[in-house]
């Protein structure tokens, strides 16, 4: 426990650093410099040009046609949809990440592999959306990032303003409903938000498949719960050093990590915490891939969104964002924030988890399926390690998880399934 503590302290130093530079200037000169001299010094470690690409660049370079479009929410975010477009007439699948993480998470693990690849392979218009404060969404009609304003949302706000401007701009540019939504983590969170929130929206998507789904969590195991107590003291700090943005992408974040991370693979304390967080699961971990990984995540978030995660777990209960009795009787007319109503969502979903998964405990997925009035597939990965990041980046992931979601995104008709366990 000391042990994350000290190194999530020593990432955070290592903003300290960066606080003086003009971070939202991109590009920042200065950064850029010290990176690129420290990716020249190092020859002892093989670095492969690969690492440094962009969501579209990757596409292209594994041989697909790549687009990108950006979309306005509501409330004024700007955010970016990566697309590889099918042919005429081909059914548009959306693919949402997760918390800290980016469209290219669906990338790492390359041609033949990778879930969006595998999903054009098979004729489908695949669709990587990005949230509000990743890397590629930092922009608003008119608040800048550098404010505190512009860090003012959680993953509730994902769910009611990303993901219907995402999915209207999807379906009204191939004028036709959504064949799937596939989400990790919280794309899963942000999916039963929107759906039971704004069911005018969800009307438009056909099925709904959750990879690790994140709805209850207070029977979570990571090891990041420990952090919870320090968490009154760590939201100061990001208040006071970063406008309220987690963890964005910056080149000192990637400069200590290729030093903390890179220097010895196989015996490799950055994923030793992946390890804590998500868990353990060494076989399928595949060294290979961490400097890409390290390079798009962690790419930013609020820290309203990790407090939001952290009354959910504290309260057991599914619901908005607890401003405080006062406020909450303000905002929601009530003491209490009101609960998600899981009940209200018709959109067929399936549920698939992971035994070795930290983040996910069986006895919360099972409280969802309960609460879900619709679920059509409960599948445990066949492997007992089976964690949190697996589902993206597995060296297994096709054969264990992409095989099961590429005959549920085909299926043309989906029947409610009864949970033995
Ligand atoms: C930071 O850079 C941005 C973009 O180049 C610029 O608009 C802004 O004024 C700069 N802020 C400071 C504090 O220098
Ligand atoms: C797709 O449709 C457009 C317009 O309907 C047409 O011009 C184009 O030739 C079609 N492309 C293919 C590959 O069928
Ligand atoms: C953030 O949003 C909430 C609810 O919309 C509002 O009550 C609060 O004042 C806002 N805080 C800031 C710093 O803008
Ligand atoms: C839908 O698409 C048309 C053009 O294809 C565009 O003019 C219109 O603004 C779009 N509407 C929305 C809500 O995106
Ligand atoms: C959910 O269902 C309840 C009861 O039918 C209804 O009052 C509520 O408005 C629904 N919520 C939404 C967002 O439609
Ligand atoms: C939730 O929605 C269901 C179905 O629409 C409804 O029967 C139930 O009363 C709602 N519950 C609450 C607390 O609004
Ligand atoms: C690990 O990743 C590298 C780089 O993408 C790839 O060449 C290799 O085949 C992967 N290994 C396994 C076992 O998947």
Same mark, same amino acid.
């Given at each position: 426990?000391?042990?994350?503590?000290?190194?999530?302290?020593?990432?955070?130093?290592?903003?300290?650093?960066?606080?003086?530079?003009?971070?939202?200037?991109?590009?920042?000169?200065?950064? /850029?410099?010290?990176?690129?001299?420290?990716?020249?010094?190092?020859?002892?470690?093989?670095?492969? !040009?690969?690492?440094? @690409?962009?969501?579209?660049?990757?596409?292209?370079?594994?041989?697909?046609?790549?687009?990108?479009?950006?979309?306005?929410?509501?409330?004024?975010?700007?955010?970016?949809?990566?697309?590889?477009?099918? $042919?005429?007439?081909? @059914?548009?699948?959306?693919?949402?990440?997760?918390?800290?993480?980016?469209?290219?998470?669906?990338?790492?693990?390359? =041609?033949?592999?990778?879930?969006?690849?595998?999903?054009?392979?098979?004729?489908?218009?695949?669709?990587?959306?990005?949230?509000? $404060?990743?890397?590629?969404?930092?922009?608003?009609? !008119?608040? !800048?990032?550098?404010?505190?304003?512009?860090?003012?949302?959680?993953? +509730?706000?994902?769910?009611?303003?990303?993901?219907?401007?995402?999915?209207?701009?999807?379906?009204?540019?191939?004028?036709?409903?959504? +064949?799937?939504?596939?989400? +990790?983590?919280?794309?899963?969170?942000?999916?039963?938000?929107?759906?039971?929130?704004?069911?005018?929206?969800?009307?438009? #998507?056909?099925?709904?498949?959750?990879?690790?789904?994140?709805?209850?969590?207070?029977?979570?195991?990571?090891?990041?719960?420990? @952090?919870?107590?320090?968490?009154?003291?760590?939201?100061?700090?990001?208040?006071?050093?970063?406008?309220?943005?987690?963890?964005?992408?910056?080149?000192?974040?990637?400069?200590?990590?290729?030093?903390?991370?890179?220097?010895?693979?196989?015996?490799?304390?950055? #994923?030793?915490?992946?390890?804590?967080?998500?868990?353990?699961?060494?076989?399928?971990?595949?060294?290979?891939?961490?400097?890409?990984?390290?390079?798009?995540?962690?790419?930013?978030?609020?820290?309203?969104?990790?407090?939001?995660?952290?009354?959910?777990?504290?309260?057991?209960?599914?619901?908005?964002?607890?401003? $405080?009795?006062?406020?909450?009787?303000?905002?929601?007319?009530?003491?209490?924030?009101?609960?998600?109503?899981?009940?209200?969502?018709?959109?067929?979903?399936?549920?698939?988890? $992971?035994?070795?998964?930290?983040?996910?405990?069986?006895?919360?997925? =099972?409280?969802?399926?309960?609460?879900?009035?619709?679920?059509?597939?409960?599948?445990?990965?066949?492997?007992? /390690?089976?964690?949190?990041?697996?589902?993206?980046?597995?060296?297994?992931?096709? /054969?264990?998880?992409?095989?099961?979601?590429? /005959?549920?995104?085909?299926?043309?008709?989906?029947?409610?399934?009864?949970?033995?366990?």
């Amino acid at each position: 426990m000391k042990f994350i503590v000290l190194v999530c302290l020593l990432s955070f130093c290592s903003f300290l650093d960066a606080t003086p530079v003009n971070m939202t200037s991109e590009p920042n000169v200065f950064m /850029k410099r010290i990176s690129q001299t420290s990716w020249e010094q190092s020859n002892d470690i093989q670095f492969d !040009s690969d690492v440094t @690409l962009d969501t579209l660049e990757m596409i292209r370079k594994a041989d697909y046609p790549a687009e990108a479009y950006v979309t306005i929410t509501e409330d004024g975010y700007i955010l970016t949809l990566h697309r590889i477009p099918g $042919g005429n007439g081909s @059914l548009p699948v959306l693919l949402q990440h997760g918390l800290l993480c980016t469209s290219a998470d669906w990338l790492f693990l390359g =041609k033949d592999k990778a879930l969006a690849y595998l999903l054009a392979d098979q004729g489908y218009d695949v669709w990587l959306s990005n949230y509000r $404060g990743n890397t590629y969404s930092r922009k608003h009609i !008119s608040l !800048s990032p550098s404010e505190l304003k512009f860090w003012n949302f959680s993953f +509730h706000e994902m769910g009611i303003y990303d993901l219907p401007a995402m999915i209207t701009f999807i379906t009204n540019m191939t004028s036709q409903p959504l +064949h799937t939504y596939i989400g +990790h983590s919280m794309g899963t969170t942000g999916f039963y938000i929107m759906a039971s929130e704004r069911p005018e929206i969800a009307q438009m #998507v056909q099925k709904m498949i959750s990879l690790s789904p994140v709805a209850f969590t207070n029977h979570m195991e990571s090891k990041i719960k420990y @952090l919870i107590p320090l968490w009154t003291e760590l939201k100061m700090i990001i208040r006071y050093f970063f406008h309220d943005e987690f963890l964005p992408q910056s080149d000192i974040l990637k400069f200590l990590s290729k030093y903390l991370c890179e220097q010895n693979l196989e015996e490799n304390i950055c #994923v030793d915490i992946i390890f804590l967080i998500c868990g353990y699961d060494r076989e399928q971990f595949n060294y290979t891939l961490l400097p890409v990984i390290l390079n798009h995540d962690p790419a930013g978030t609020s820290s309203k969104t990790l407090m939001h995660y952290v009354q959910i777990y504290q309260s057991g209960k599914f619901r908005q964002y607890d401003y $405080g009795r006062e406020k909450n009787q303000l905002i929601y007319n009530s003491a209490e924030p009101p609960d998600y109503n899981l009940s209200n969502i018709t959109v067929p979903i399936a549920l698939l988890y $992971g035994r070795g998964d930290l983040i996910v405990n069986i006895v919360d997925l =099972k409280r969802l399926y309960r609460a879900l009035p619709n679920v059509v597939d409960m599948y445990e990965v066949p492997w007992p /390690k089976f964690n949190h990041v697996d589902f993206m980046w597995a060296k297994d992931a096709p /054969k264990l998880v992409y095989e099961r979601v590429l /005959k549920l995104v085909k299926k043309k008709k989906l029947n409610n399934v009864i949970w033995r366990e």
